[in-house]
Each structure stands twice: as structure tokens, then as C-alpha cells.
């Protein structure tokens, strides 16, 4: 959580923002927007100042389970080079070790986590898979990406539609190729 005297301090810098590119920050419709905005990234940001990802209760499984995966979950984060946001699809497996798995409601909360502060879409993508490895220490994990930017679509080169892929892999997706290809061909469309 963003306290109180830093969101003090988001209102202060967006209204000289909006004075810098010539706004009238007492303009009825914008008055109201430093206020908002400083709640928006207390929001958005809220991992930033969250220790760690504590959100989940490992249990043991019986049978040994070959591959969990959870496909298309969505996400919004914001990229730390724009401050604009990127969004897009997860795409998260992991291969249990000693039988451990995690709630699968979690695993979207785990994505959630990474997202709430400023990143780049690589990082993002190796995060998840770290968080999953020290919660779970599963015997391989697998986690793709695939994003759109707001900084690669509204401004700069301007490329709507463009998507980002990105993919990491650890212990036995990155060994077994079979394992990796079945990821594949099952987050594939
Ligand atoms: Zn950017």
C-alpha cells in the first residue's frame, strides 16, 4: 500500500505535470484528476512496498500429477519505461515436486502480484516463474507472455495490435523436450 503522504506527493507531481503540458489544473474536469490518480497507482502499484507474495497454502497431492497448467489468465501491469500500461495473457505449468501444488485460484493471485508495480514484460515473465519455484519448489516450470503495449501502440514507432511474446523455463521444461513441446502445443492457438 501507498501511504498517505506519498499519495500527498502523487497529487503534487500531477498537478505540475498538468501545469507543465498546459493544462489548467483547476479546470472543473480535471481538478478531481491528481486525487485519482494517486488512488489509481496505489492500486497499480501495489506490490512495490508489498514484501512478498504470501497469498497461498501449499498442500500435498496423493497420485503424482505430470503437468499443471493454467492457461490464458489475463493481467494489466504498467511498463517502468512509459508508465503506460501493457497487457495481455499467462500462461503459467509446473511440473509438481514431492507431490506439493498450490490452490489453482492462486496462481492467478501470484500473477496479479507481479504485475502491481513498474516492469518490463521479460522480468515479469521470470518473476512469476521465481515466486512459483520458491513457494512450490516444483520440479520445472514453464510461463509465457503474450502482451500488448500502449508505449509500442499510442506513441513511438505506433504499432496497434503488435504482441509481445515472451516465454521462461526452469528444471524440467527446460531438460525435457517433450515436456516443453506439450506446453507449447497446449498454450499454442
Ligand atoms: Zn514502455
Avoid at 74 to 86: D, G, N, R, V
Amino acid at each position: 500500500m501507498i501511504d498517505t503522504k506519498s499519495q500527498e506527493k502523487i497529487q503534487i507531481a500531477v498537478k505540475m505535470i498538468l501545469e507543465a503540458i498546459g493544462e489548467d489544473p483547476e479546470r472543473e474536469g480535471i481538478q478531481e484528476t491528481p486525487a485519482r490518480v494517486a488512488k489509481m497507482y496505489s492500486e497499480v502499484f501495489s506490490s512495490v512496498t508489498a514484501p512478498e507474495f504470501d497469498n497461498y497454502k501449499v498442500f500435498p497431492v496423493d497420485e503424482t500429477t505430470e503437468m499443471v497448467l493454467l492457461k490464458d489468465i489475463p493481467f494489466y501491469s504498467m511498463c517502468e519505461h512509459h508508465l503506460l500500461p501493457f497487457y495481455g495473457m499467462v500462461n503459467v505449468a509446473y511440473v509438481p515436486g514431492d507431490n506439493n501444488v498450490i490452490g489453482l485460484s492462486k496462481i492467478p493471485r501470484l500473477v496479479e502480484y507481479c504485475a502491481k508495480r513498474p516492469n518490463v514484460q521479460e522480468r515479469m515473465t521470470v518473476n512469476i516463474a521465481q515466486e512459483l519455484t520458491r513457494i512450490l519448489a516444483p520440479k520445472g516450470v514453464a510461463v509465457s507472455i503474450a502482451a500488448r503495449h500502449m508505449c509500442v501502440e499510442m506513441r513511438g514507432i505506433q504499432k496497434p495490435g503488435v504482441m509481445t511474446e515472451t516465454s521462461y523455463y526452469l528444471g524440467s521444461f527446460k531438460e525435457d523436450k517433450e515436456l516443453k513441446r506439450e506446453f507449447l502445443q497446449r498454450t499454442t492457438k
